[in-house]
């Protein structure tokens, strides 16, 4: 398989071609001011297209988490759903900014994160 992180800068329209997205309808843009966004929760991702065209960001969902999927291809560099804050961090070193978890008043509970600069691509991480 794959690694997902190629799917970054390749265009909406790949993504019916993508090997991550083969058996899975890959649905319309949906369309914001300023960027567009996939959702193929069955995959276990979402997408982010800034220019509504090419991906800038891929999310990589968990089993359950906001009711989708979990993704059953190999994360990037050898991260495992199953790790916890400590053992990501000892696997990718001190993260670049963290967060506490924290309630937001329009969103309800966010869990804590750490952001990782992971050389070609920026690494979000969140712990449940």
Not at 45 to 67: K, P, W
Request: proline share 5%; glycine share 10%.
């Amino acid at each position: 398989m794959a690694d997902i992180q190629r799917l970054l800068g390749a265009s909406y329209a790949y993504l019916g071609a993508a090997e991550e997205l083969k058996g899975f309808d890959v649905p319309d843009r949906e369309q914001d001011e300023d960027r567009s966004y996939v959702n193929v929760p069955m995959a276990g991702l979402s997408f982010v297209l800034f220019d509504h065209n090419h991906i800038r960001t891929i999310q990589i969902h968990a089993e359950c988490h906001e009711g989708y999927a979990g993704y059953v291809g190999p994360l990037p560099l050898e991260l495992a759903f199953a790790m916890d804050r400590g053992a990501a961090r000892d696997l990718l070193g001190a993260p670049q900014r963290r967060g506490k978890p924290s309630e937001i008043s329009v969103l309800g509970a966010y869990p804590a994160w750490d952001s990782f600069d992971a050389g070609a691509f920026l690494m979000h991480l969140e712990y449940c």
